[in-house]
Every structure is written in structure tokens, then in C-alpha cells.
């Protein structure tokens, strides 16, 4: 795995932006995973400026999300689709067509599980998949205990994954229960993974993702299994690394 600290998170963004940005240059085709939360917020917002100032196009680009609530109505403001298109797909010149998302409302969620699988077989498989991390080592809603070799499906949540998220709905009582997220080995069959942690809150996870024995107790050190990984790490996230001399001397 490549370790890369940067100082902040603003410079956390840039990276990420210009490496997704390299890769739409390179290839305007490229198929993207996406992740939701509160660490690629930057990162998306460098991506819009990017194409407004900078001309970046995404009319060609393919994305699929990584996951979703399960029993939200489609405009909830606090569903993953609604988030994606808030913080990106508005802003961009991205075909509809080509934006996937994971339909949590689906009536038959089985179907609507093997479909993603198939569109991103279809699409040729995901080049990049941007990730980020749940304080419980989760990546998508792939909450501790879930299997490695996991394909797209529903999970139910764990309690901290409710809680970190509580503050994303107004009513508690909408919180979902339940969610439909790619499966590690979904996430494992991209050809690169990116991952972002930001801040100390986030240290022992990352910690363990990239140093701890690869569990499924610790779904994110999965990746280590991956050959084609970085980490993209600020100071307060890497800050419990044991080696991080290393890494920065490497890099
Ligand atoms: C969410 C998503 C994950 C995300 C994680 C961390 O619930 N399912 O894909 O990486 O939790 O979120 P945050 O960046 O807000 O800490």
C-alpha cells in the first residue's frame, strides 16, 4: 500500500482531485467508485472547481456509488444519491446515464444488487475507486464481520455506524436500519482504490487498516490485499502509525 501524509486536509482535496483529474485527462471514459461522507467533501468540491475554472469534463465519465440507506424516499435529502448529486453531479457536466447509484428503494433489493454487479461488469470494471473509512474500519457499509469475499448486498448497520451518522437526519426515527453497499470483493476488483481518512478521530482505524492483521473484523484491511492501494492520510490521521517515518521517506 502507498502511504501518503498530507498536512491537511485541504491539501488531502488537491491530491485526491488531481489524481482523479490526471486519470479523466488520461482516459475520459474512466470509470469511477464514489464514496459519500464527510472526508471527500473537499475532495468533490476541488473537482467542481476544477471544472469550472479549469474546463475538467466529465460528459464521459462513468460513476457508480458505493452504497446507500435501504427505506428512504428517493429525494431524501440525507440519501447517498441526494448527496452525489448535491456535491457533484449538479455541478458538472456528467450524463445522468452514466451516474449509478445503489436503489435502496428498490422493490426487489436481491435484483437490485446482482444489476450493480452487472453494470459494472458491463462498464468494464471500476479503474478508480475513491474510498473513504468508517471509524469502525467499515469501507462502503461494509460493517466489521463482513465477509472478504462479499459481493454488492444489504447489511444491516452497526450502532457507531447509526451514530456517526445521526446527524445527517432530522428525525431519528428515519434513521435506516439497514443499507445496500458494494462488497469488499467488489471493492477489491477495482483496478485502483484510493483512500481517504482525515483527522486523529480516525488514527487507530487507520492504524490498523494499514498495519493490523488483514480481518474481517477490520473490513478496510482487506485492501491490503490489493496491489494497487494509497492512502491518503492527513497528519491527525496517520498520526498513530507506527512506521510513518517510512512512509514519508518513501514517498
Ligand atoms: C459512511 C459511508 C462510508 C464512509 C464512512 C465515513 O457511512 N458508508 O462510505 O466512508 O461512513 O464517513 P465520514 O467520511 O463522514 O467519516
Do not use: W
Not at 482505524?205 to 474481517?216: C, F, K, N, Y
Amino acid at each position: 500500500m502507498r502511504i501518503i501524509i498530507e498536512s491537511d486536509a485541504a491539501a488531502v482535496a488537491v491530491r485526491a482531485a488531481t489524481r482523479v483529474a490526471d486519470l479523466i485527462r488520461r482516459s475520459p471514459g474512466c470509470v469511477l467508485g464514489l464514496p459519500t461522507g464527510r472526508t471527500p467533501l473537499g475532495f468533490y468540491g476541488e473537482l467542481v472547481r476544477r471544472h469550472e475554472e479549469d474546463g475538467l469534463s466529465f460528459s464521459r465519465v462513468v460513476t457508480f456509488s458505493l452504497d446507500d440507506y435501504i427505506g428512504l424516499p428517493p429525494h431524501h435529502s440525507a440519501s447517498f444519491a441526494a448527496y452525489m448529486r448535491r456535491n457533484l453531479f449538479d455541478h458538472v457536466d456528467m450524463d445522468p446515464e452514466n451516474t449509478h447509484v445503489l436503489d435502496g428503494g428498490a422493490e426487489d433489493l436481491l435484483v437490485a444488487c446482482e444489476s450493480y454487479e452487472a453494470a459494472i461488469r458491463e462498464a468494464g470494471g471500476i479503474d478508480l475507486q475513491v474510498l473513504g473509512i468508517g471509524s469502525n474500519g467499515h469501507i462502503g457499509f461494509n460493517e466489521p464481520g463482513s465477509s472478504l469475499g462479499s459481493r454488492t448486498r444489504v447489511k444491516t448497520l452497526t450502532r457507531e455506524t447509526l451514530e456517526a451518522n445521526a446527524s445527517s437526519f432530522e428525525d431519528l426515527d428515519e434513521l435506516p436500519r439497514l443499507a445496500i453497499t458494494m462488497g469488499v470483493a467488489t471493492i477489491l476488483e477495482a483496478r485502483s482504490c484510493l483512500l481517504l481518512a482525515l483527522g486523529e478521530e480516525k488514527a487507530l482505524t487507520v492504524r490498523d487498516m494499514i498495519e493490523g492483521p488483514i480481518t474481517a473484523q477490520a473490513p478496510a484491511s482487506a485492501l491490503q490485499l490489493h496491489p494497487d492501494v494509497t492512502a491518503l492520510l492527513d497528519e491527525g490521521a496517520a498520526s498513530r502509525l507506527q512506521r510513518r517515518d517510512y512512509y514519508r521517506h518513501r514517498s
